[in-house]
Structures are given as structure tokens and as C-alpha cells.
């Protein structure tokens, strides 16, 4: 059972209560779908790890970078750049 509400959310049925799902939801229930049974596993467990390393905290899932998240990759780069040329790994 599915139908799409008026905010773009699809509404299905998954073993129980009616679900909303987001579009980004509903894109990734399908691509974990379409992966043969092993990398979804691999997919669920990569998922888990992150929710547990956001450690409840609200993450913010823009695609968008601003100047200081440029800046901050820019210095985590440069330095695993440093600790794997110095050979401290």
C-alpha cells in the first residue's frame, strides 16, 4: 500500500503501520533494495556506524558546502597528507 501526500512524501505500509518516507528516504529504501543481500548488509551496517557516531546529535544533510566547511577539509587533508608522507600512520 503507497500514495504520495501533497509534500512529496510516499506513504507505504511495511509490516505494520503506515510509514511516511521523505523523498531521499524513499530513494535510499529503494537502492538498498536493488543491492544483492550482502552490500546491503554492508550498506545497514555502514548506516549504523554513522547514526552512532552522530551520537543523537541532528545532522545537518545539506549538500552545500560554506567557506568554513571548505577550510576544514582543507586542513584535515593537508594534514593526513602530512602523517602518511612522514610515514606516522
Known amino acids: 500500500m503507497s500514495g504520495v501526500s501533497r509534500r512529496g512524501c510516499v506513504r507505504r505500509r511495511y509490516n505494520g503501520p503506515v510509514i511516511t518516507l521523505n523523498e531521499n528516504e524513499e530513494r535510499l529504501v529503494e537502492a538498498l533494495r536493488a543491492l ?12 549504523t556506524r554513522l547514526r552512532d557516531l552522530a551520537n ?9 558546502w560554506t567557506e568554513e566547511d571548505l577550510a576544514d577539509v582543507q586542513r ?3 594534514s593526513r597528507f602530512d602523517t602518511v608522507r612522514l610515514g606516522r600512520m
Do not use: C, H, M
Request: hydrophobic letters at 40%.
Open 56 to 64: 543523537g546529535k541532528n545532522v545537518d544533510w545539506s549538500d552545500t
Open 36 to 47: 544483492p543481500p550482502d552490500a546491503a548488509d554492508q550498506v545497514i551496517t555502514w548506516t
Open 76 to 78: 584535515a587533508s593537508l
